[in-house]
């Protein structure tokens, strides 16, 4: 199956459902059950649609987390074009919900100010220890609701609060920007200290796209934040000097505020074969000056061009939704979907990978962070269409910038068909100094409330803070993450309620496994190792065939019988097998393939 790239800003029906290509991974767990609080609501399922705005913030030293979102007239009898948020105090243990609006010049009428894709950042004046004198500064996008074209938006909506709520701090600004000819502002972050940045294209109708480079500075005087469009970042040209076809662009920076890059995937020079690459931009100096653009040519990876599938166009593309971070070495990490590509579309019925571009510092990697079994899936419909979910590729780091983690959303395809109609929550870590991984964890695995397999409720759009929180004891991260989900009428035009997860922790015990790899042929992929309840297995090259399965153990006694028969990839269960290592061996007349694994409980 192909699905086509769709844009917040002008939302199409969901593509053709993928077909699984694997079967469900399972990681261990590093805690046994999600731990939620309820947050604010929104007067619909928009505000988190888009997954490279920033929705959360967190500050470490300060326990402090916010989510920003819209409003929900159902209970405030304003407008949904108007901001509030929610804050928690003691590293998301209990909030304080729907606090605003901040922005009551949102009115939502025709020649009026229609804000939408609220986001957020903490600033922290130099030296202050009063949670209460932390700074909210919010970015959202507006349009005026006059304009049929697509491109609708006229500019920035913008503004700062102080988190304790006094609202005579509340600013409110909604400058057109760019002459209007913009798209949707992604990816606020903070910079240098009191400096603040956003991105999104311009947008011209044509090939010549620059990335418009937004950057705010705390104004002491004024107490507010200045922005202005900081610089015009040339973007290359399509080939056949069609319009650009793109995706949302990200940035960030490393904790220090000095290195920062932009990311982005396009059809541009010198690709010609109608795929989507990853585009950067690079600063050594906190934004002074910008290198770039960087082109990434996918081919140019041997491990990735290893998954590509020969039923497909074997030519790599990646998928359309994108984050990025960047570590305490002033690498980037960029996240997203690779797969087959054509046509400006991504075929999603073939075997896709979450993948994690990196610059070390002198040249550029590609690595699995894991496969994914399903791409798209519905999420609801409203008066405007159907709304979808990808993977939803979501991206964070430890305060120090020495781990970063990778969050995504996905589904069993034999329970939904092969569709992203049931995600679950996935998430993996990487030390950057050790190089180390830790398994893929399935947190919302087993979950009666969260798990949409027991529950009959996904919980969809996460939302991660860009920096996370360190547990008191220093020996775990805890990854700030927002979910939402829809209201009983299942309408994306209702009302939506958001849940913070103040549990999603990687123990730095965890950082023990090393990247995967594509399989090379007649070999066997075990996932994951070490493993929990169940592991899958992936033979390339055997398919359909009469196979002897069984797992043993280091001194070769048959612990456990799997079957007799093989078709690709299985999942089997290890309930009944102790902490250790074993052997998984496939027996066919011919050949006897064996692979070594780990059970960790």
């Known amino acids: 199956m192909i699905d086509a790239p769709y844009q917040a800003k002008s939302i199409v029906a969901a593509g053709q459902p993928a077909q699984p290509q694997m079967s469900y991974q399972q990681g261990a767990k590093s805690t046994n059950a999600?731990?939620?609080?309820?947050?604010?609501?929104?007067?619909?399922i928009l505000t988190v649609l888009n997954g490279q705005c920033n929705t959360v913030a967190a500050n470490d030293a300060l326990s402090t987390v916010v989510f920003i979102h819209r409003n929900d007239a159902s209970i405030f009898p304003l407008t949904i074009a108007q901001y509030r948020y929610d804050i928690s105090q003691n590293e998301g243990t209990s909030f304080e919900n729907n606090i605003g609006p901040l922005n009551p010049s949102a009115d939502n009428l025709t020649g009026g100010i229609n804000s939408r894709y609220p986001q957020v950042a903490l600033y922290n004046p130099n030296g202050n220890t009063v949670q209460d004198s932390v700074w909210g500064v919010y970015l959202?996008?507006?349009?005026?609701?006059?304009?049929?074209?697509?491109?609708?938006?006229?500019?920035i909506n913008i503004g700062v609060f102080k988190l304790n709520g006094d609202s005579t701090t509340w600013t409110d600004a909604h400058p057109t920007t760019n002459n209007g000819n913009v798209t949707i502002a992604t990816s606020l972050c903070n910079g240098l200290p009191g400096?603040?940045?956003?991105?999104?294209?311009?947008?011209?109708?044509?090939?010549?796209?620059?990335?418009?480079?937004?950057?705010?500075?705390?104004?002491?005087?004024?107490?507010?934040?200045?922005?202005?469009?900081?610089?015009?970042?040339?973007?290359?040209?399509?080939?056949?000097?069609?319009?650009?076809?793109?995706?949302?662009?990200?940035?960030?920076?490393?904790?220090?505020?000095?290195?920062?890059?932009?990311?982005?995937?396009?059809?541009?020079?010198?690709?010609?074969?109608?795929?989507?690459?990853?585009?950067f931009f690079h600063t050594t100096d906190g934004g002074v000056t910008w290198n770039g653009p960087i082109y990434l040519d996918l081919t140019t990876f041997?491990?990735?061009?290893?998954?590509?599938?020969?039923?497909?166009?074997?030519?790599?593309?990646?998928?359309?939704?994108?984050?990025?971070?960047?570590?305490?070495?002033?690498?980037?990490?960029?996240?997203?979907?690779?797969?087959?590509?054509?046509?400006?579309?991504?075929?999603?019925?073939?075997?896709?990978?979450?993948?994690?571009?990196?610059?070390?510092?002198?040249?550029?990697?590609?690595?699995?962070?894991?496969?994914?079994?399903?791409?798209?899936?519905?999420?609801?419909?409203?008066?405007?269409?159907?709304?979808?979910?990808?993977?939803?590729?979501?991206?964070?780091?430890?305060?120090?910038?020495?781990?970063?983690?990778?969050?995504?959303?996905?589904?069993?395809?034999?329970?939904?068909?092969?569709?992203?109609?049931?995600?679950?929550?996935?998430?993996?870590?990487?030390?950057?100094?050790?190089?180390?991984?830790?398994?893929?964890?399935?947190?919302?695995?087993?979950?009666?409330?969260?798990?949409p397999h027991l529950s009959g409720y996904p919980n969809y759009y996460p939302s991660a803070a860009p920096s996370s929180f360190r547990n008191s004891a220093g020996t775990a991260t805890l990854v700030p993450v927002v979910v939402m989900r829809l209201n009983a009428s299942l309408s994306a035009d209702d009302p939506a309620t958001f849940y913070y997860f103040n549990n999603i922790q990687f123990d730095d015990a965890l950082f023990v496994g090393i990247p995967e790899t594509p399989a090379a042929p007649n070999t066997i992929q075990v996932f994951p190792s070490p493993a929990s309840d169940a592991i899958t297995v992936y033979y390339n090259g055997l398919e359909n065939a009469n196979a002897s399965v069984a797992i043993t153990d280091v001194v070769g006694k048959t612990v456990k019988q799997l079957g007799n028969t093989f078709n690709g990839f299985e999942r089997y269960d290890l309930n009944g097998l102790d902490a250790g290592i074993y052997f998984i061996s496939i027996k066919t007349k011919s050949q006897v393939i064996t692979q070594r694994f780990q059970i960790a409980k």
């Not at 490393?254 to 920062?260: A, E, K, L, Q, Y």
Request: hydrophobic share 40%; glycine share 12%.
């Open 140 to 155: 959202g996008s507006w349009h005026d609701n006059t304009s049929t074209a697509a491109s609708i938006w006229n500019g």
């Open 302 to 451: 041997p491990n990735l061009m290893a998954t590509m599938d020969p039923g497909g166009s074997g030519i790599p593309s990646t998928a359309f939704d994108c984050d990025i971070v960047v570590d305490m070495n002033g690498h980037p990490h960029y996240g997203v979907v690779a797969g087959s590509g054509v046509g400006h579309s991504i075929e999603s019925g073939l075997p896709l990978n979450l993948w994690d571009f990196s610059y070390n510092g002198s040249a550029w990697t590609a690595t699995i962070v894991d496969s994914v079994q399903t791409f798209r899936g519905l999420v609801a419909n409203g008066a405007a269409g159907a709304y979808n979910t990808d993977n939803r590729p979501q991206m964070s780091i430890s305060p120090t910038g020495d781990k970063v983690f990778f969050m995504w959303s996905d589904s069993d395809p034999i329970l939904t068909g092969g569709d992203n109609s049931l995600p679950e929550l996935f998430a993996k870590g990487l030390d950057v100094n050790s190089g180390m991984w830790s398994p893929t964890i399935d947190f919302t695995l087993n979950d009666l409330v969260w798990d």
């Open 195 to 279: 400096e603040f940045w956003a991105v999104n294209f311009e947008e011209m109708g044509g090939a010549d796209s620059n990335l418009i480079m937004y950057k705010g500075i705390w104004n002491p005087t004024t107490r507010d934040v200045d922005w202005n469009i900081d610089t015009l970042l040339p973007f290359p040209l399509t080939f056949d000097g069609a319009a650009t076809f793109h995706i949302d662009p990200v940035i960030a920076f490393d904790p220090s505020g000095m290195n920062g890059w932009v990311g982005t995937s396009a059809d541009v020079i010198p690709n010609t074969n109608q795929v989507y690459e990853p585009i």
């Open 34 to 44: 999600i731990s939620f609080v309820p947050l604010g609501s929104a007067g619909n």
